[in-house]
Structures are given as structure tokens and as C-alpha cells.
């Protein structure tokens, strides 16, 4: 449809399809085209009248109608797109989630008013001590009983007994779905998370109780959720006391996830990666390792990153994304987490407002994220930073610079997971701080 009337692609054969009933008018204005397409719910007849294209969504095909039909728009509801099978694993109307962020941000308001809609949220727990997370989940099961909900589970190198001690909650509180991002390798907890759900069906069947959503942006790190939990850790729980014989062998059997989450450039943790490229890639691993692996059931692939509008939501679609992800846009939303100076500044936000920026919980492996750098001076200390980082020796870099360390390139503190400090006005003056 163009700016003044509505059109389709030129045709090299007539048309094969007679239409009959009461046709409408014989023009239709951009804008009566438009609203009979909004209506998504009702499937219409492309017609041809004369020299007119207009859409009909009455009447039907006959071989003796009076009117060239020149093709069918069908139905096509929220409902109709991705996967069915995720609708029907999660209990949720549509092929799409909530993802979290950390802090809360994803908050038990956000889980809950999405979750009476039955649409799958996760709470972001990345942060919390336990006794908020155990809170929070509690609240979300006395409010939604049956469901739908995740709760995030964020890798942290540096503290796997919060990690582990967050999986024995869950595993307490009976959360049948996980949401596992920031993974570089796989860790114990996440191992025991898994495992701990397999039980024994019918004929041979290995039933899923614990179910994994995994965020990944890596190829390396989407093999370690498509294949089945290494042996090595297996064996570490089973001697540990913490899972059965049994289960030890179905973990074999199946992939540590069911469903992997390819995050294309985002907000917070991201490489960076064009889902248009990442996707398929990881995709067609997918199916390469699922079909060597024998699997009885396709782990499905999802796509994250940039889902901000229904332009992205449908490309996503078109890429063979069996659900979508959002995260940085729900921000925005009047349950999330966030303070409402915070929402007013990324209501205003544009592209070019954002930045990359180290990451605090996983500074020493060299991460970063992607932060809003208007009003914060991100742009600033990430500089600093670098130049910190590139000057210090690869085996002293997890320490922070001794004072005074302060760079006469930039008005802040190299050492950014401090916050921005105004430089000193001599290096004496850094020695009193």
C-alpha cells in the first residue's frame, strides 16, 4: 500500500480465482485499506473491480463468481506466531517473554501483571541477597499458583555459593522454569538445577520437571546448552549427595536447555552481534548438534536484542525465531522496577545516547555493558578505564591501580567501579584520599 492507494505486484498470469458476494466499494482510501488490515482476526479477499484493488472480507471463492480474486490475506493474530509448542510447554498465549534485569528491575509487579495475562516473565534476581529473591518468589507463586513465571539465574564467576545457594532455593521453592544468562561455561549450580528435574517417563521418555531458558550470544556458549550436562560435574553431584544414580543417567540424554535465547545487541550484557547473522548461525549448530545428540524433542531457538517495536518483533519472526525477547524497552513500563527519574531518561533516549561501558560483576574477565551515557558521564570513565586497563599487566589487571592513579586525559577516576570521582588537583592531594 503506498500513499495513495492500495496496490500488489504486478501478476504475469490472470487470475485463477473467482469471488463472489456483495462487494463493497469500488475505491478504497489508504485509510479504509489500512483499518480492514488491523483488523487481525478477520482473514480478506484481494480483489480486482475495473481498475481498482480493493480488500473484502466478506463472501467466498466459486468457480462461476463475478469478481477477480487475486489472492487471500489471512488471519494473523499475536497468537498465530512462533512456536506452538512454546505456547503449550510454558501455558502462555504468546511466543514471547519478558526478560529480566538485574536488580530487580524485572520486578514481582512486572512477573505478576504480565503472568494474569498468561504471558511469561522473568524476575531479575541478579543482585538480590537471598532473602529478596526468596521473597519475590514467594509473592509471585501466592499471586499467580498456576503460573506463568521464570526466575533469572545470572552466572557470577566470582561467587558461585550465592549461585548455588540461589538454585537450592529454587529448587525448594519447586520454580519449574529458570531463566540462565551471563554464562560463559557452565556451573555446578546451573548443572544441579537441571539435573535435578529429570525424572523417568513411559518407554524410555526422560520427563523435564526443572525447564532452562538459556540467554546466549556465543556459539561456544550456545554448545554448552545444546549439549548434555558434562560428566565431570555429574559426577561431582552424585558424589556430593545432591542428585540420584538415576538422574545421573538421564542427564545424558538430554540438553541442559530447552529453549536457547540468541541476544543480538542489547541493553547490559552484549556483544554487540547482528541477530541477523548470529541467529541462523546458532540455529543451524542447533540442528546439528540435535540431530547428532538424538534428542527426542528440537530445542528451540529465540531471538533477544533490539525487540522494541513490532517492525523488530516481526523481523525477529521472519528469521524463524520460535519466540521473542524483550528487556531494555520494558524498563519504561510503570512495574518495572526503576525509579521515574530513570524511566524519564530513557523515555527520552535515542540511539546515539548509548554506550559500552566495563561491567562491574565481571570487570576482570574484561565484559562490558551497554549503558545509557547521557546525564551519567559513561562515555568518560569508560575511557578511563581503557586506558587504565591497557597499561596494567595482563596478570595484575584484576587489582585496582594504587593511588594516586588518577588520569590527566579525563576529569574522573580511572577506577570506575568506584563511581565518577572528580580528579584531584595534584597528586598529593590523591595520596590524602
Known amino acids: 500500500m503506498n500513499q495513495d492507494k492500495l496496490c500488489v505486484a504486478p501478476r504475469f498470469a490472470a487470475p ?25 482476526a478477520r482473514p480478506l479477499h484481494v480483489l480486482r473491480q475495473q481498475d481498482a484493488v480493493l480488500l473484502e472480507p466478506a463472501g467466498g ?58 504471558i511469561l516473565s522473568a524476575f531479575g534476581a541478579g543482585g538480590l541477597t537471598l532473602e529478596r529473591i526468596g521473597s519475590a518468589i514467594r509473592r509471585i507463586k501466592q499471586a499467580l499458583p498456576n503460573g506463568p513465571y521464570a526466575i533469572n539465574l545470572l552466572h557470577n564467576p566470582s561467587q558461585p555459593d550465592w549461585e548455588m545457594n540461589c538454585v537450592k532455593l529454587f529448587i525448594e521453592q519447586d520454580v519449574k522454569v529458570v531463566e540462565a544468562s551471563a554464562y560463559v561455561n557452565l ?12 525424572e523417568a517417563g513411559d518407554k524410555g521418555a526422560v520427563i523435564r520437571r526443572n525447564r532452562v531458558i538459556a540467554k546466549v550470544s556465543r556459539r561456544e556458549v550456545a554448545q554448552h546448552f545444546l549439549s548434555p550436562a558434562p560428566e565431570k560435574i555429574v559426577r561431582k553431584l552424585l558424589a556430593d549427595g545432591l542428585i540420584s544414580e538415576r ?32 541467529f541462523r548461525s546458532i540455529a543451524e549448530l542447533r540442528d546439528e548438534i540435535c540431530a547428532g545428540q538424538g534428542y527426542p524433542f528440537t530445542v ?17 519472526f521472519s528469521l524463524g525465531a520460535a519466540y521473542v525477547v524483550t528487556g531494555s524497552i520494558n524498563q519504561a513500563c510503570v512495574e518495572a522496577g526503576t525509579s521515574d527519574p530513570v524511566k524519564q531518561l530513557l523515555g527520552k533516549a535515542k540511539i546515539a545516547d548509548m554506550a559500552m561501558a566495563p561491567s562491574a560483576d565481571m570487570f576482570e574477565l574484561g565484559a562490558k ?16 578505564c581503557t586506558a587504565c586497563t591497557s597499561s596494567t599487566p595482563a596478570w595484575n589487571r584484576s587489582r585496582p591501580p594504587k593511588w594516586p592513579a588518577w588520569n590527566s586525559r579525563c576529569s574522573v577516576s580511572r577506577w570506575p567501579r568506584y563511581g565518577p570521582t572528580p580528579r584531584p588537583s595534584s597528586p598529593a592531594a590523591a595520596t590524602r584520599r
Open 369 to 384: 555493558v551497554q549503558v545509557l551515557k547521557a546525564a551519567a558521564c559513561t562515555r568518560c570513565a569508560r575511557r578511563s
Open 16 to 40: 485463477v480465482y473467482k469471488w463472489q458476494g456483495h462487494a463493497g466499494k469500488f475505491q478504497q482510501t489508504p485509510e479504509q485499506a489500512q483499518a480492514q488490515l488491523l483488523d487481525l
Open 247 to 278: 538422574q545421573a543417567e538421564l542427564a545424558k540424554k538430554v540438553p541442559m536447555a530447552d529453549d536457547i535465547t540468541v541476544e543480538a545487541d542489547s541493553g547490559g550484557h552484549t556483544d554487540n552481534g547482528l541477530l541477523s547473522c548470529i
Open 61 to 118: 471463492l466459486a468457480g462461476n463468481g463475478q469478481v477477480d480474486c487475486l489472492g487471500m490475506v489471512p488471519a494473523m493474530l499475536p497468537e498465530y506466531f512462533g512456536d506452538p509448542s512454546f505456547l503449550r510447554d510454558y501455558g502462555v498465549r504468546f511466543a514471547y517473554y519478558a526478560g529480566a534485569m538485574a536488580g530487580g528491575i524485572n520486578s514481582e509487579d512486572m512477573v505478576i501483571a504480565l503472568g494474569s495475562r498468561r
Open 187 to 198: 556451573s555446578a549450580a546451573i548443572v544441579y538445577y537441571r539435573v535435578k528435574g529429570l
Open 300 to 316: 528451540r531457538v529465540g531471538a533477544a536484542g533490539g525487540i522494541g517495536s513490532p517492525h523488530a518483533t516481526l523481523a525477529a
